[in-house]
């Protein structure tokens, strides 16, 4: 898929993952890069294809962002308020139409989640930006 998330708002990058194919060879040691990193979605989304076929990334670098972005990994207080404001709802959402739960969200992405008003909101946003 090509999802062309380039300068494209946070709802549209939510909604729009990028799917990876090809050969992971068990064991095997990956470095992976990207271009730009704005919410750490692409980054976050090879990692999972290359750990999910048996790799295992021991070293992602992107040649732009901001450093508010990187850090990936989900912070356990980020996910906690989530979780107070939008409840288990939000997540069972997340899992049947994006694919995964929202612990797997990166940083930059849960911080526009846990700005959404409401999980309505949430909603309708990824609605308007999907294809």
């Known amino acids: 898929n090509m999802p062309m998330?380039?300068?494209?708002?946070?709802?549209?990058?939510l909604s729009q993952y990028p799917i990876f194919t090809g050969k992971v060879l068990s064991k095997q040691q990956y470095i992976i890069a990207d271009?730009?990193?704005a919410m750490g979605g692409t980054l976050a989304s090879l990692r999972g294809f290359i750990e999910n076929n048996g790799g295992n990334v021991i070293l992602s670098v992107a040649l732009t962002g901001h450093s508010g972005a990187a850090s990936l990994n989900i912070k356990e207080e980020m996910l906690r308020a989530i979780y107070n404001k939008h409840g288990e709802e939000?997540?069972?959402?997340?899992?049947t139409e994006i694919g995964f739960g929202i612990d797997k969200l990166t940083q930059g992405e849960a911080g526009h989640i846990k700005k959404a008003p409401n999980v309505e909101e949430i909603?309708?946003?990824?609605?308007k930006n999907r294809p």
């Open 5 to 13: 998330r380039t300068d494209k708002n946070a709802f549209y990058r």
């Open 35 to 37: 271009d730009t990193l």
């Open 90 to 95: 939000l997540n069972e959402w997340w899992k």
């Open 123 to 127: 909603r309708n946003r990824i609605a």
